[in-house]
């Protein structure tokens, strides 16, 4: 990777109540979901959040009093950049797995849906971002890959305990045209690189290094406060949109 640290925009997923059991006893409390995102501008077409079924998760009390999910490692950074009330201590409140937290309802900032769901999506990395990667599948080939194996598969979401009415009303929406790729660059591609699932890494790879190419300076946003621009002209816009909502805090590793 570069040199020096990577900032990512954190968007703030709230929980929605009634809580799963494991939440219980933050009833009344605010707690959020945090996912790091390098793509702040696409927040308009979240359709779901990612967390992976056997990851290791926590909950900690941030400055404000909100409770945070993330992994322990991101939480730990977290507490060197002015998270938590003392620099570099870390209560940890909870231990959870993905499963603690599989299927439960979430409010997204920007997105036309008015709630979506955490859903199982299997290639998460431990040693990256916060471990709850937030779903674009209109822009994310990841995401849109993950997605379809959850609409496609009954068994797989059997099998995480996933009810229909969390993902098959979710379809990727339109929110930037980039020329040659259209408005639903993901959808293009998995077609044309004939992906098969999650697991297709390196066509996963390659969709991924095209979208970027020529979505960052050609691709125009399609809805929401920046439509008609560029991406590479609003994406600092739209983490200042969201950091100054309260919706989303920077982060860095
Ligand atoms: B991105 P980098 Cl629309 N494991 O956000 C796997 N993937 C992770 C992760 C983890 N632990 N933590 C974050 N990510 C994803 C939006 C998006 C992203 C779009 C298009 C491309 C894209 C919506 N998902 O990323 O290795 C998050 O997904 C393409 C790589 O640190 C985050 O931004 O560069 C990105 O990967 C961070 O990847």
Redesign the pocket.
């Known amino acids: ?1 570069g040199v020096g640290p ?1 900032e ?1 925009t954190l968007v703030k997923m709230k929980v929605l109540e009634p809580y799963p059991p494991k939440l219980s006893s933050y009833k009344g409390t605010s707690v959020f979901l945090v ?5 702040p501008e ?2 308009y ?2 359709t779901n959040c ?1 967390v ?1 079924p056997d990851m290791k998760y926590i909950a900690f009390k941030n400055i404000s009093n909100e409770i945070f999910i993330c ?1 322990q490692r991101s939480a730990r950074n977290m507490s060197y950049q002015g998270f938590t009330q003392f620099e570099g201590k870390l209560d940890v409140e909870l231990n959870l797995v993905g499963n603690d937290i599989m299927g439960i309802k979430l409010e997204a900032p920007l997105t036309s849906n008015k709630v979506v769901y955490t859903l199982p ?1 299997l ?14 599948p ?6 849109y890959a993950a997605l379809l194996d959850l609409k496609k598969k009954q068994p797989l979401r059997e099998k995480y305990n996933i009810l229909d009415e969390m993902v098959l009303p979710f379809e990727p929406i339109p929110i930037i045209e980039i020329p040659e790729l259209g408005k639903l660059s ?1 959808v293009h591609l998995y077609e044309k690189l004939k992906i098969q699932s999650q697991n297709d890494k390196d066509k996963l790879q390659e969709a ?1 290094e095209l ?2 190419l020529k979505g960052f300076y050609d691709g125009v946003m399609l809805v929401g406060d920046f439509a008609g621009k560029k991406v590479h002209e609003v994406k600092k816009s739209a983490q200042k949109l969201l950091i100054d909502q309260g919706q989303a805090v920077l982060y860095y ?1």
């Not at 996912?35 to 793509?39: E, K, S």
């Not at 290639?123 to 674009?136: H, L, N, P, W, Y």
């Not at 209109?138 to 995401?143: K, L, R, T, V």
Request: hydrophobic share 30%; aromatic share 8%; charged share 30%.
């Open positions: 990777e990577q990512y996912a790091a995102t390098l793509r696409t927040m077409g979240q990612w992976r992994t999506m290639t998460i990395k431990e040693e990256k971002g916060t471990g709850i990667v937030t779903s674009v209109s822009d994310s080939p990841d995401d993901a991924k979208v970027y590793e």
